[in-house]
């Protein structure tokens, strides 16, 4: 089966289903990612788990993990929005309640945001780094594999990063 590029169920994806390379416009990658889709087909349950993100599309069989330490970058999303979110909680919170700030409020609300935005948002970080890395380094030939090429490839953790 010829690996679906386009979102059949988006009628804006001018995306061509018969060009391998073809990457989605970002906007469109953006989206997807937003939704924790695959950004390059739009294919759901690309994740196992929460946690746990398949090695390769069900979808189009990208291989997620585009080289080795590929997931540095959602390491770094998720940084950035869990202390950007951490920060807006901390400010937002003492200017709201001041002169009258209470300690133990802001603790726990920062201790729940510092604890609850990482956890939330980590399948979003897988997602939007993909689209990120698809948006500034398009597809390279025989990067496609077979959509059900999981079974046999164990968890993205276990790849060895090689790009095929
Ligand atoms: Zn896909």
Redesign the pocket.
């Known amino acids: 089966m010829p690996p679906p590029i386009s979102d059949p169920a988006d009628p804006t994806d001018p995306t061509d289903p018969t060009d391998p390379a073809a990457v989605p416009p970002r906007g469109t990658l953006a989206r997807r990612a937003l939704t924790r889709r ?1 950004p ?2 739009g ?1 759901r349950r690309i994740f196992r788990h929460w946690f746990t993100m398949l090695p390769r ?1 069900p ?2 069989g ?1 291989r997620f993990q585009r080289e080795a330490g590929h997931w540095s970058g959602d390491l770094g999303i998720n940084t950035i929005v869990s202390f950007g979110t951490l920060l807006v909680v901390l400010l937002g919170t003492s200017l709201l309640t001041y002169p009258n700030i209470d300690a133990g409020k802001l603790l726990v609300a920062c201790a729940a945001t510092a604890i609850g935005v990482p956890v939330l948002f980590y399948p979003f970080s897988k997602t939007i780094w993909l689209a990120f890395d698809l948006a500034v380094n398009p597809l390279r030939p025989g990067e496609l594999g077979d959509a059900d090429g999981d079974g046999d490839r164990g968890s993205d953790e276990q790849d060895s990063g090689e790009v095929r």
Do not use: Q
Request: with cysteine.
């Open positions: 695959c390059l087909c294919a599309c979808g189009c990208l």
